[in-house]
């Protein structure tokens, strides 16, 4: 029988820096705040004392020159583990993740590997405004070379930190800010492998594919529906979990997506397209997303609670597809504001 | 020893090698443009013509163990490292023999046995790289150095402040030399950046500085020397900035008509590798007959090189989808 320990998701994060750090001593974390603060999302706690200021290091206000100085270190030999502290930040440091990390195994014909993590807190909900509240998948979702991946609760935020850092790839974590907060108990055996979508709930309706803190959500919405939804924790953006997404779709004949990014580009366009591509004839309505809108992330308490996908508001869509047949429309077009 | 780790230490032992390695990078560039006409070379290239005494001085200081990131012009710095001829010339063609096997080109030149990262097509890219391989030296307590090497234009991009300032902060092992060849792109130095001793901006990180004088390896070997032993004693970094002079154009396209008039001629007076023919036949170690024959020989190797690339395959369509993510039971578990 599986040991779990109740605990936080931020503390999951640390338990699995920390046992790898224990396991392996070449993982090392640096970042802004890292060391000395202990993370200013509480996300290193401990690790200075016990690890040393050789592995775990601040770092100036400069995401390029670090992120950098990750992606030599990793060639190297090393596997560090750097913190973005909002994902926006990551912006000035692309062309270190993008262009130089994603390349070097290609451009060394296969000699070299970048084994390094970067974790991004990420997401909406706390009124941090819109240059601190994006979730921004689409930034490092569409470069061959990255790893992609974004825990829903504690247990996924230590078996997929772990993985990460255990993957021989550059791996982009990215953290809900909203979840680090929340209980939830983690069995520190599970492993948790990159590529491997959650089914969290078996259904035979309708198949519900989510990510991050929109799991959650969804998993409100299906049980206020009452409806037999199959859930999946997508987990993994990229590469994201073909056969299990698939296998549900075809069982159940209906896809809907729950994302937090905007409409336009979001990971959830690429499930369904290719759920509507592979399985077309098996559809028994059109896949469709529940998406925020083509807005920044509004700051007011009242505009951010309404920007993100509700339980009421998915509900609402599960049911109205399931009883009609159409996609619904969303909750800005009912209102008459796009 | 593989052959190209012999090359490296043919530079590393001897003086006419180091000799001979800067005749045969200028003979390689001489070849560039001909191949382009002949179709054999597409895209772009950037040639280092004027710039062979630093990167065959830089190469003759460092071990093998030590880690090079270039730039884009990188061709010289590839071949005085000690890749072959044929693995860079090959590369840029897009040929199998190619040191990316062809899927590179003439920007991503690479060879982890002789320490060279893959060469960025990005201003200042490698920089904050070569840095993060001084903090591994670091951390694991070996005395091997890092060494980026940039031109003047990427000391007015972040990534030269973020770099210097972060490996200056955690004292890495790492050399920083600007190849300053006056032009960055198409512009002049001058009217891009306010200051003309570029090196002067490692005061900004309490980084030890100097200039050398890029067109005489003995120069270059001395300040290079200097710098390194710095970094292997824990003594941190240091940004040095080399004196060069482009002799072509930034690349393929550019026919360099900005330059002001007489400029060129001036810095040729002063071109790297009669500045170490004059030094050799002085200490008596070449005379003008051997001179002769030595570039003789390597126009001759150096068609053979291009023959030999000619004759090499085109990489098949699999070899597009290689090398992208580690294979899965490559990974540590």
Same mark, same amino acid.
């Given at each position: 029988m599986a040991i779990t320990t109740p605990m936080r998701f931020r503390q999951a994060i640390v338990q699995a820096l920390a046992d790898e750090m224990r396991a392996d001593s070449t993982v090392m974390l640096f970042g802004e705040d890292v060391a000395q603060a202990e993370g200013p999302f509480k996300t290193s706690e401990g690790l200075l004392t016990e690890f040393g200021p050789l592995r775990i290091r601040d770092t100036p206000i400069s995401e390029m020159g670090f992120t950098g100085a990750a992606v030599g270190a990793a060639i190297m030999g090393m596997r560090p583990v750097i913190e973005i502290m909002f994902m926006e930040f990551l912006g000035v440091a692309l062309d270190q993740l993008v262009t130089e990390a994603a390349k070097m195994r290609y451009l060394s014909n296969g000699k070299l590997s970048v084994p390094m993590v970067v974790r991004a807190s990420v997401g909406s909900g706390l009124g941090f405004g819109c240059q601190h509240s994006q979730t921004l998948e689409n930034w490092v979702a569409a470069t061959p070379g990255l790893k992609v991946v974004c825990p829903s609760d504690a247990q996924s935020a230590y078996s997929l930190t772990r993985s990460a850092i255990q993957d021989p790839d550059p791996v982009i974590v990215l953290e809900p800010r909203i979840l680090y907060a929340e209980r939830g108990d983690v069995d520190t055996s599970l492993v948790l492998p990159i590529g491997k979508a959650r089914v969290l709930r078996k259904g035979n309706e309708i198949t519900v594919v989510s990510l991050g803190q929109m799991v959650n959500v969804a998993r409100r919405a299906?049980?206020?529906s009452a409806l +037999? /939804?199959?859930?999946?924790?997508? $987990?993994?953006?990229?590469?994201?979990d073909r056969e299990t997404v698939l296998t549900s779709v075809k069982k159940t004949g209906r896809l809907i997506v729950v994302e937090e990014a905007p409409q336009s580009g979001g990971w959830g366009s690429e499930i369904v397209a290719a759920a509507t591509s592979e399985l077309f004839c098996q559809l028994k309505g059109a896949p469709f997303?529940?998406?925020?809108?083509?807005?920044?992330?509004?700051?007011?308490?009242?505009?951010e609670a309404r920007f993100v996908p509700t339980a009421d508001d998915i509900a609402r869509q599960l049911i109205e597809s399931l009883k009609t047949g159409t996609t619904p429309k969303s909750w800005w077009e009912l209102e008459g504001l796009k | &020893?593989?052959?190209?780790?012999e090359r490296r230490r043919a530079v590393q032992e001897d003086a006419i090698a180091q000799y001979e390695r800067m005749i045969e990078i200028r003979e390689f560039e001489g070849q560039i443009n001909g191949l382009f006409a002949s179709g054999s070379i597409r895209g772009t290239t950037h040639l280092c013509l004027g710039q062979e005494a630093l990167a065959v001085g830089l190469a003759s200081v460092l071990r093998p163990t030590d880690i090079v990131?270039?730039?884009?012009?990188? *061709?010289?710095?590839?071949?005085?490292?000690?890749?072959?001829?044929?693995?860079?010339l090959g590369e840029i063609m897009g040929k199998t023999i190619g040191c990316c096997g062809g899927v590179g080109g003439s920007m991503h030149l690479s060879n982890m046995e002789l320490g060279l990262l893959p060469t960025s097509a990005i201003i200042g890219g490698g920089m904050p790289i070569a840095a993060g391989a001084a903090l591994s030296f670091q951390v694991r307590k070996t005395d091997d150095v890092a060494v980026a090497v940039f031109g003047d234009g990427a000391t007015n991009i972040g990534a030269f402040h973020e770099?210097?300032?972060?490996?200056?902060?955690?004292?890495?092992?790492? /050399?920083f030399i600007c190849d300053n060849n006056v032009?960055?792109?198409?512009?002049?130095?001058?009217?891009?950046?306010?200051?003309?001793?570029? *090196?002067?901006?490692? +005061?900004?990180?309490?980084?030890?500085?100097?200039?050398?004088?890029? &067109?005489?390896?003995?120069?270059?070997?001395?300040? /290079?020397?200097?710098?390194?032993?710095?970094?292997?004693s824990n003594g941190g970094p240091t940004l040095i900035e080399a004196k060069t002079y482009r002799f072509a154009g930034h690349s393929r396209a550019d026919q360099a008509l900005y330059r002001p008039e007489g400029e060129l001629e001036k810095w040729e007076k002063r071109d790297p590798i009669k500045l170490t023919?004059?030094?050799?036949?002085?200490?008596? $170690?070449?005379?003008?007959?051997?001179?002769?024959?030595i570039k003789s020989e390597m126009k001759t190797t150096i068609e053979k090189v291009v023959a030999t690339c000619q004759d090499s395959p085109e990489p098949n369509l699999a070899s597009m989808f290689q090398n992208i993510f580690t294979p899965a039971n490559v990974g540590r578990s």
């Open positions: 299906i049980e206020t +037999d /939804v199959e859930l999946i924790d997508l $987990a993994t953006v990229v590469p994201w997303r529940i998406t925020t809108p083509d807005v920044p992330v509004p700051y007011s308490g009242v505009l | &020893m593989s052959a190209e780790l990131s270039a730039t884009y012009r990188g *061709h010289g710095i590839a071949l005085a490292l000690g890749l072959s001829p044929e693995s860079v770099t210097l300032n972060l490996a200056a902060i955690w004292n890495l092992p790492v /050399v032009y960055g792109e198409y512009s002049r130095i001058n009217t891009t950046t306010p200051l003309e001793d570029l *090196h002067m901006r490692a +005061d900004s990180y309490k980084m030890p500085h100097f200039a050398l004088d890029g &067109m005489d390896i003995a120069q270059v070997q001395k300040g /290079v020397t200097e710098a390194v032993i710095r970094a292997r023919e004059e030094a050799l036949i002085a200490s008596g $170690a070449l005379n003008p007959q051997r001179i002769i024959e």
